[in-house]
Structure formats: C-alpha cells, structure tokens
C-alpha cells in the first residue's frame, strides 16, 4: 500500500449501508459519544501494492491507549456498497489535513487495535435506544 495517494471524497450515504463519519462529527471518531449519524460519509481511495485503486468508506477514527489513532475502513465494490460485512483497519494520522494511512505491523498493536474497535462496535446506540433520548 501507498502512503501518498490518499483522496477523501465526500459522498451521500444511505442509512442502510452508512455506518459513520469523522467530518467534523460530534458522535463518531474524537468524543465518541457511542453513536453512528446519518451523516455524509467520507471515503478514501487506496493505492494497493499492486496499484489497484480500493475506494474504502470510513467507518470511524478511534483512539488506542499506548499506541495512537486509528481508522476502521469498508470497502466498497463498484456499485459503492460492500456485501460481506469485511473491516480493515489501519494506522490514522492527519499530515496538512490530508490523511495519512499506514499499516498495523505489529500483532499486538493490530489486536489493542482490533479490541478497541470492538469495543466502539459493541456500544453503539440503536436507533431504538437513541429515539428514547430524544
């Protein structure tokens, strides 16, 4: 994977397969407030090894103590959907307000990774939960 070709394009969602946003979002990413808005959701073109271009949706940006900020990815096949449910995971950082995605490595900072999403994931709000707050 490249770490110089990163694009963001912001795309209308649909609540059906948007899962989150990071673009200026009071709920997903830096206050995690456990909830997933009906927002615009940002996508980022990868450049693979092989220079395939994968457009990826952006799920959310996460802490992990002791190792840094992440970012938890979908990809999206050419109608822009993605069928199975697959999640990749990467190294976040912002250089020039352009983001910057990089590889997890080390097993034990993909798994602190990976837990932490987990935990994101498994506190989430249902739409039930959050009609009752409102």
Known sequence: MSEKTYT?????????DCASC???CSSAGGNNQGTIPKVPNPTIKLTLEDDTV?????????PVEGFGE????????????NTDGETYLFRYAEENDSPI??????EDEYMAAAEAFHDFIANLKTEEELEKEN
């Open 8 to 16: 963001t394009d912001i795309e209308s969602c649909n609540p059906s």
């Open 22 to 24: 990071t673009a200026n």
């Open 54 to 62: 994968l457009e990826c949706a952006v799920l959310t940006t996460f």
């Open 70 to 81: 992440y970012i938890a990815l979908v990809p999206l096949n050419e109608n822009g959907k």
């Open 101 to 106: 995605v990089t590889n997890i490595e080390r």
